[in-house]
């Protein structure tokens, strides 16, 4: 009996301790809930009604939250219905303990289009304001994140906004308020906070997966292969055998940027897997594939839960333990013994109820990672008072041809050995607390706290390369050629700043330098900072001042009308950049102090982070790259280009000092000049360490004297540039704008803070304009109900763009300067207006739209290049400019012409040419203009048919025909999407023959080849039209490895020359796809398709259509058949060799090969020849900047042609 009672208590315990295992945590997954289905939320509700949603549960939305295009504008028709969907969740626990996340997916990003940064934010916006506490939406301001959010005591989420990865526009970056704002920082940050985590379950949440069995990941069945047009329409059941596996085949090979198989992607799951993989205990939730599936294997715990409101097919692959195409979400519950469990939960086919398809263990992580063991009698660490080293190893002295193109820059200040004050952790200000890493590692700045609670950081003066040049040319440089060049900015710059900032009036931090030891306290973050000479400074501002970011400081002015700006101050700071130098002063790099007025907050701005100033290089590279970058001219003795020169800060300038007028300005300007004396800045240069004070201190003295005595005049010349155009921004509170004119007739602008009509007490903005110098005004009213007023003294020549905003506005404009109205036709609005107003009202909800960062620098280009070298032409050199534009909401640009000239000097020919591109001149419609004039051109004649030969005693140079010609065209370009336009318009040809310039060549007897004498030498004209279908979205212009270009053009041309009227009526169609499998891509295969067609009978030789190395097949002599139709096609391969990593000429080294293949069809002829042709070459891109290459190529008849060939991409 006893023995019995045994058995049964030993069976009986496990199932007591498992009731004891209670669930310490529970997250719920959903993914891609973003529409509404038959009316309803039908997972949400189910979730509500079958799920606690107590304190120990965290739902978490895995993005999409809304289709097609996240979040629109208010006044967009599809935002309501895109409310009801974010409400549903947002609403999930109304009242309930639950917390619920909110992530966003590729639809929330514009469904990853332009204007995606500008969606998120919106939507983020809406949540944040949504008045449910418990909800948060992660990553915040669009930024990448990772975030780190606790669950339980065991359990942490990890989330990363994965379009931010992928996103192929406008998105936040280095100049953002992001604590990550590179792939590289995000992946630092992340391999940080899963070092800190090692001993908790890590859910890791992104919306797109790394490996899936459903559409994205490439699966496709017979029916998308046979009835291809149902993945556009659900029952568009158009058979295409054959033809309709070109879409699926061609998508689970190459994919989209939102398919695993794209390289974008790929480049995605490589990094973050290099990271994601060393940690024991991680799980990754996602979204994005419509479907429900669990993968696992060794190294992958992966749940996709993305058919919140929609479904699509799924396989049941490899590794896959569950997979369905069913509406429904998962839930994933920790137990107290550090149980993770799975289960899935489906909906039924009316939508009604949710049942559990799926449950099990997913993981069990109580048992910790082994660690390394570390003998327990380690020697206590002993500090040194005193270390002697350099500021850094990485920049030695050059000599010769490197110093020429390198430079000498601050080598020196960087080599020398200083004497430094050893940094104990223990002992410095009391003794230092580590809080954590700033920005993640790649930054090298640690956070830590005293004994008082004050926070510092500790950070290394030598800088990421990624985050010092401008962003035109991060990444165009070999890794090491970018670090070198750090060596053009100044180590020790931060020591003399304070001083001068001092005097100037400026607030700043005082920093103190230190050599860090290889100290074990530093713990983890040791190997980054152990040996090196490192900056500490107290954090600029106490947590009791409330200071905000830039970014939060917009978000407020634009929320309310009682935050206003200490802008005179903002110029004082901005007098001591241009003083030293430091050009890189973007919204990223200030704080804002508040201070109560009674009315509202005042804000007084704290510059941050003087690592640029006395900026210098004296080497070659860094003067090209100025031509284009003039932040990189350096700090000098005299000031060069001023407007340029702050172009980092184009847009901080026209928003934080749009109050200024030249009184105020000049007044700051010269307190400015008096409160730094000379003696301030010998003061602050002898900060300086002595060994660095004895290398370039009296140089930096001397220039720092110089730039002082000139800078009153180049503040005036600042102020010029800035004030052309003078944007004032209202807030979504009511203003009233008011645009009167003194006794003078200048200008005035007055803005008030109203409540009712009559209400003009609170004054926010006050500004008196010179003529002479503000050529356009524009008003933005925001939210609320603005009033804009233009008194009828407001005369001259100033244009006033005045765009209302939501809110009921009203316009009274009875000035006589141009004014331009733009406001949403879907709203109540009063409008008054004088003969020179035009109103561009519109029901578009970007009516209304603001862009922070919309100024453009108009420029010149600096020449491009051409080079080359073949056979046939000999050497051939180009020539060009282009000059750009900019104007009021055109994009990506207003006005760009394009000169370019190309001389063939052994032939004595050239071509001049110039296209111009005019932008939304007639509504939405863009102006086109060509023209192309030639003397004589470079093209051959081998005679009609697909059977010419080259007659005995001749060769190939023989039948070259030395025509002149001009053509020109004037087209309407329509913009049907971003990468599809259709152009429309006339066009003109005329064509003129000399005999004395043909005699050595085949034209001297034009019967040989059917041609009359006659009409080959009688000067021609045709007039006509054409029109232009234009699909590009190749990737890179100047070495694309992904994309399409195809260009379609139908031209119909008359004669006009005597009594000849014929038509000649031409199809053209030519297509290049670029395709690789990696991000970079190693090897890349371009494939070049093209034919074309003349519809009559009778047509000039020069009109024929041929093939050859005309249409980039370099197996042939440029135009060597002709006929009146034509067929091509080319396949070529690029394989990246190696990269060239030397400081003089970095860049990226391959082979290619070819092949080539065309013919032509004349009537009466008969031939069914093809004509093959195939070689092979070598290309070497330096700098990311020149494309050259030399290739051999080999045909029937022309044995071998070898060419070298350049492509400058110089034109910006």
């Known amino acids: 009996m006893r023995f019995y009672l045994l058995i049964t208590v030993l069976l009986t315990c496990p199932k007591l301790f498992a009731q004891k295992d209670t669930v310490q945590s529970r997250i719920i997954l959903v993914g891609d809930a973003g529409a509404l289905v038959k009316g309803k939320s039908a997972v949400i509700d189910a979730i509500k009604r079958q799920m606690p949603l107590d304190k120990k549960t965290t739902v978490i939305f895995l993005g999409d939250n809304l289709y097609d295009i996240g979040l629109p504008d208010v006044y967009h028709k599809g935002y309501n219905e895109a409310k009801a969907a974010l409400d549903s969740q947002v609403t999930i626990a109304h009242g309930k303990d639950a917390k619920v996340l909110i992530i966003p997916g590729n639809h929330d990003w514009n469904n990853a289009g332009p204007g995606g940064e500008a969606a998120i934010q919106r939507q983020q916006l809406y949540v944040d304001y949504s008045g449910e506490k418990n909800v948060k939406f992660y990553p915040e301001g669009g930024c990448p994140g990772p975030v780190e959010v606790k669950i339980s005591e065991d359990v942490v989420m990890i989330i990363i906004d994965s379009q931010w990865w992928l996103h192929p526009f406008e998105k936040p970056g280095v100049e953002s308020d992001c604590d990550q704002k590179t792939q590289e920082q995000v992946l630092g940050e992340l391999e940080d906070l899963l070092s800190k985590n090692m001993n908790k379950l890590v859910i890791f949440a992104s919306h797109h997966p790394f490996k899936s069995n459903g559409v994205h990941g490439g699966y496709f069945t017979w029916k998308q292969h046979l009835f291809p047009f149902t993945e556009m329409r659900q029952n568009l059941y158009i058979p295409l055998p054959v033809i309709g596996s070109i879409y699926p085949i061609a998508r689970s090979v190459f994919g989209t940027p939102q398919d695993i198989p794209h390289p974008a992607y790929q480049n995605m799951i490589t990094k973050l897997n290099s990271v994601l993989d060393a940690h024991p205990h991680l799980v990754r939730v996602h979204g994005h594939e419509h479907n429900l599936q669990w993968i696992q294997n060794d190294s992958l715990a992966q749940l996709i839960t993305g058919s919140g409101c929609k479904t699509q097919r799924v396989s049941d692959g490899r590794d896959t333990k569950y997979t369905a195409r069913n509406l429904g979400f998962a839930v994933l519950e920790v137990s107290d013994h550090k149980t993770a469990k799975a289960t899935f939960y489906e909906m039924d086919a009316d939508l009604d109820s949710v049942q559990p398809s799926y449950s099990a263990r997913l993981m069990e992580f109580s048992k910790l990672p082994v660690l390394e063991k570390k003998d327990t009698t380690e020697a206590v660490f002993v500090y040194k008072d005193r270390a002697t080293a350099p500021a850094s190893l990485q920049y030695p002295p050059t000599h010769g041809f490197k110093r020429l193109m390198n430079g000498s820059n601050y080598r020196a200040e960087w080599s020398v050995p200083v004497d430094f004050k050893v940094f104990n952790i223990k002992k410095e200000k009391g003794g230092f607390k580590i809080m954590g890493v700033g920005g993640g590692k790649q930054t090298k700045s640690l956070q830590l706290e005293d004994k008082d609670g004050v926070e510092w950081v500790?950070?290394?003066?030598?800088?990421?390369?990624?985050?010092?040049?401008?962003?035109?040319?991060?990444?165009?440089?070999?890794?090491?050629?970018?670090?070198?060049?750090?060596?053009?900015?100044?180590?020790?710059?931060?020591?003399?700043?304070?001083?001068?900032?001092?005097?100037?009036?400026?607030?700043?931090?005082?920093?103190?330098?230190?050599?860090?030891?290889?100290?074990?306290?530093?713990?983890?973050?040791?190997?980054?900072?152990?040996?090196?000479?490192?900056?500490?400074?107290?954090?600029?501002?106490?947590?009791?001042?409330?200071?905000?970011?830039?970014?939060?400081?917009?978000?407020?002015?634009?929320?309310?009308?009682?935050?206003?700006?200490?802008?005179?101050?903002?110029?004082?700071?901005?007098?001591?950049?241009?003083?030293?130098?430091?050009?890189?002063?973007?919204?990223?790099?200030?704080?804002?102090?508040?201070?109560?007025?009674?009315?509202?907050?005042?804000?007084?701005?704290?510059?941050?982070?003087?690592?640029?100033?006395?900026?210098?290089?004296?080497?070659?590279?860094?003067?090209?790259?100025?031509?284009?970058?003039?932040?990189?001219?350096?700090?000098?003795?005299?000031?060069?280009?001023?407007?340029?020169?702050?172009?980092?800060?184009?847009?901080?300038?026209?928003?934080?000092?749009?109050?200024?007028?030249?009184?105020?300005?000049?007044?700051?300007?010269?307190?400015?000049?008096?409160?730094?004396?000379?003696?301030?800045?010998?003061?602050?240069?002898?900060?300086?360490?002595?060994?660095?004070?004895?290398?370039?201190?009296?140089?930096?003295?001397?220039?720092?004297?110089?730039?002082?005595?000139?800078?009153?005049?180049?503040?005036?010349?600042?102020?010029?540039?800035?004030?052309?155009?003078?944007?004032?921004?209202?807030?979504?509170?009511?203003?009233?704008?008011?645009?009167?004119?003194?006794?003078?007739?200048?200008?005035?602008?007055?803005?008030?803070?109203?409540?009712?009509?009559?209400?003009?007490?609170?004054?926010?903005?006050?500004?008196?304009?010179?003529?002479?110098?503000?050529?356009?005004?524009?008003?933005?009213?925001?939210?609320?109900?603005?009033?804009?007023?233009?008194?009828?003294?407001?005369?001259?020549?100033?244009?006033?763009?005045?765009?209302?905003?939501?809110?009921?506005?009203?316009?009274?404009?009875?000035?006589?300067?141009?004014?331009?109205?733009?406001?949403?036709?879907?709203?109540?609005?009063?409008?008054?207006?004088?003969?020179?107003?035009?109103?561009?009202?519109?029901?578009?909800?970007?009516?209304?739209?603001?862009?922070?960062?919309?100024?453009?620098?108009?420029?010149?280009?600096?020449?491009?290049?051409?080079?080359?070298?073949?056979?046939?032409?000999?050497?051939?050199?180009?020539?060009?400019?282009?000059?750009?534009?900019?104007?009021?909401?055109?994009?990506?640009?207003?006005?760009?012409?394009?000169?370019?000239?190309?001389?063939?000097?052994?032939?004595?020919?050239?071509?001049?040419?110039?296209?111009?591109?005019?932008?939304?001149?007639?509504?939405?419609?863009?102006?086109?203009?060509?023209?192309?004039?030639?003397?004589?051109?470079?093209?051959?004649?081998?005679?009609?048919?697909?059977?010419?030969?080259?007659?005995?005693?001749?060769?190939?140079?023989?039948?070259?025909?030395?025509?002149?010609?001009?053509?020109?065209?004037?087209?309407?370009?329509?913009?049907?999407?971003?990468?599809?336009?259709?152009?429309?318009?006339?066009?003109?040809?005329?064509?003129?023959?000399?005999?004395?310039?043909?005699?050595?060549?085949?034209?001297?007897?034009?019967?040989?080849?059917?041609?009359?004498?006659a009409s080959v030498f009688s000067p021609k004209t045709y007039i006509g039209g054409k029109i232009l279908f234009d699909l590009n979205n190749i990737n890179n212009p100047l070495f694309p490895t992904r994309g399409i270009s195809w260009r379609t053009q139908f031209s119909s041309l008359h004669s006009i020359h005597g009594n000849d009227t014929r038509a000649v009526n031409k199809l053209e169609s030519d297509l290049v796809v670029y395709a690789s499998l990696r991000d970079p891509a190693r090897v890349v295969t371009v494939l070049r398709l093209g034919a074309g067609h003349i519809f009559e009978n009778t047509y000039e030789f020069f009109q024929a259509m041929s093939f050859g190395s005309n249409r980039d097949l370099r197996g042939f002599r440029r135009n060597r058949y002709s006929g009146s139709t034509m067929a091509y096609g080319s396949l070529e391969f690029r394989v990246k060799m190696f990269d060239i990593k030397n400081s003089v000429l970095p860049g990226q080294v391959g082979l290619l090969t070819f092949g080539d293949l065309g013919r032509v069809w004349y009537r009466p002829e008969s031939s069914k020849a093809w004509h093959p042709a195939f070689g092979g070459g070598v290309y070497f891109i330096p700098f990311n900047m020149v494309f050259l290459s030399a290739g051999l190529a080999k045909s029937d008849e022309l044995l071998f042609n070898i060419s070298i060939g350049t492509k400058l991409n110089v034109t910006f």
């Open 458 to 1013: 500790l950070r290394t003066i030598d800088k990421d390369p990624e985050l010092t040049l401008p962003e035109g040319l991060r990444g165009s440089f070999a890794q090491s050629i970018v670090q070198d060049i750090i060596s053009a900015s100044h180590p020790y710059a931060p020591l003399a700043v304070p001083d001068l900032a001092d005097a100037a009036g400026v607030m700043a931090p005082r920093p103190e330098f230190f050599y860090v030891p290889d100290d074990p306290a530093l713990g983890y973050y040791r190997p980054y900072f152990a040996s090196k000479i490192c900056m500490l400074e107290k954090k600029e501002l106490s947590k009791s001042l409330d200071s905000k970011s830039s970014e939060k400081l917009f978000n407020k002015m634009r929320e309310d009308n009682d935050q206003t700006v200490d802008q005179a101050q903002v110029l004082n700071a901005r007098l001591l950049d241009m003083l030293v130098g430091d050009w890189d002063r973007h919204f990223g790099q200030w704080r804002w102090i508040p201070t109560d007025t009674g009315k509202g907050k005042y804000f007084i701005p704290v510059p941050r982070d003087r690592d640029q100033a006395f900026s210098w290089s004296n080497g070659m590279l860094v003067k090209a790259a100025s031509r284009r970058f003039d932040v990189l001219k350096g700090f000098r003795r005299e000031f060069d280009d001023i407007n340029e020169w702050n172009s980092t800060a184009k847009d901080f300038d026209r928003y934080f000092m749009n109050q200024l007028d030249w009184h105020t300005w000049d007044s700051v300007t010269n307190a400015f000049y008096r409160n730094v004396d000379s003696a301030d800045i010998v003061k602050a240069v002898k900060k300086f360490p002595a060994e660095v004070y004895a290398i370039d201190g009296e140089v930096i003295t001397d220039k720092l004297m110089n730039r002082r005595a000139t800078i009153r005049k180049e503040s005036e010349k600042y102020y010029k540039f800035i004030s052309e155009t003078v944007t004032v921004l209202g807030s979504n509170k009511n203003e009233f704008f008011h645009l009167s004119a003194d006794d003078m007739g200048n200008p005035k602008l007055e803005v008030y803070a109203y409540k009712d009509n009559s209400d003009t007490s609170f004054l926010m903005y006050q500004r008196l304009f010179d003529p002479a110098i503000t050529k356009e005004l524009r008003l933005f009213g925001f939210g609320g109900d603005d009033m804009f007023r233009v008194e009828d003294q407001v005369k001259g020549k100033l244009k006033v763009r005045i765009i209302g905003g939501r809110g009921e506005d009203s316009f009274v404009v009875n000035g006589s300067v141009r004014t331009y109205l733009y406001d949403n036709t879907n709203e109540k609005t009063g409008v008054v207006t004088g003969p020179r107003t035009r109103k561009k009202f519109s029901a578009d909800a970007d009516v209304n739209n603001y862009e922070l960062d919309n100024y453009k620098y108009s420029n010149f280009s600096y020449p491009t290049l051409a080079l080359g070298y073949n056979g046939v032409d000999g050497v051939f050199v180009g020539t060009g400019f282009s000059i750009r534009t900019h104007g009021f909401r055109k994009e990506p640009f207003s006005t760009e012409h394009k000169f370019a000239g190309l001389f063939a000097l052994g032939q004595r020919a050239h071509t001049v040419k110039y296209s111009g591109e005019f932008i939304r001149v007639f509504g939405k419609n863009d102006v086109l203009v060509n023209a192309r004039y030639a003397h004589p051109g470079l093209n051959f004649f081998f005679g009609f048919g697909n059977k010419t030969k080259i007659a005995d005693g001749l060769d190939g140079d023989d039948y070259r025909v030395r025509y002149n010609y001009l053509d020109a065209d004037v087209l309407i370009r329509h913009r049907v999407a971003r990468i599809f336009s259709i152009s429309v318009g006339p066009t003109v040809f005329h064509y003129w023959n000399r005999f004395k310039d043909n005699t050595k060549y085949v034209l001297s007897t034009p019967e040989a080849l059917g041609l009359d004498s």
